[in-house]
């Protein structure tokens, strides 16, 4: 089956630091890559779309200085948070479409845990 | 534009029991596709089952079917047989095909009691 994989599974950081979260697709090509935003006992938010080799098209609200997206290759993204504030602690999913199927189709990362002293 | 609503924030129910969890949607969108996910408190999303808009039969999979009513815009999760491993976060979601994107519904804690 479609592995999605997500690594750090849990990172701690300082305040002002940076934190790099990396979604890889293990067995298939991802074109295009999704990252939400869970808060704890709330729905999953779509914080951006990222398509391999473009600019990642960003949800209204979210900062896109704040949140830098990458999607270099057809297996990995990068979701890097910029100096890093604890009200930024959150859980982070991403999800990844396969280059064929159906539009719908996505598999989803087990998730990162971020908390930010 | 697009929206789900689920208006059970929480439900429980007895192992071995049948549950319903609830969810309505609104879309413009001619085609699109209903999603139920599971969410246990790793948080780890578990795909359950999926039903299209064009699918002239409700979706089953195993213990869980989709009553999907497209008239009354509604895709409720039928859970059969309960068991304790059951007991986790649940989301409806949608994709529309204009839209491009999975919408969220606010979630279902489903509690299954021994």
């Known amino acids: 089956g479609a592995v999605v994989s997500q690594h750090p599974s849990w990172v701690i950081c300082k305040s002002g630091t940076s934190v790099k979260i990396e979604c890889r697709s293990l067995d298939f090509q991802a074109t295009t890559m999704f990252w939400y935003r869970q808060f704890p006992k709330q729905s999953l938010m779509l914080m951006a779309t990222s398509n391999e080799g473009s600019k990642a098209t960003y949800e209204q609200g979210v900062e896109k200085d704040k949140f830098l997206i990458n999607h270099a290759s057809l297996t990995l993204s990068t979701l890097t948070v910029t100096s890093a504030h604890p009200e930024d602690s959150s859980f982070y999913i991403c999800?990844?479409?396969?280059?064929?199927?159906?539009?719908?189709?996505?598999?989803f990362g087990p998730g990162t845990r971020l908390l930010v002293l | 534009a697009q929206k789900i609503t689920q208006t059970q924030p929480g439900m429980f129910v007895q192992e071995k029991e049948a549950v319903t969890l609830d969810c309505t949607y609104d879309t413009s969108d001619p085609s699109y596709g209903l999603f139920w996910y599971k969410q246990p408190s790793s948080g780890e999303m578990i795909f359950l089952i999926y039903?299209?808009?064009?699918?002239?039969q409700n979706a089953t999979e195993g213990r869980y079917s989709l009553n999907f009513q497209k008239a009354r815009k509604s895709a409720n999760l039928v859970i059969s047989a309960s068991q304790l491993g059951d007991s986790a976060m649940y989301f409806c979601a949608m994709w529309g095909t204009s839209y491009g994107k999975l919408t969220f519904g606010q979630g279902t804690i489903l509690t299954v009691h021994p």
């Open positions: 999800s990844a479409r396969p280059g064929t199927g159906g539009q719908e189709t996505q598999y």
């Open positions: 039903q299209g808009s064009y699918d002239q």
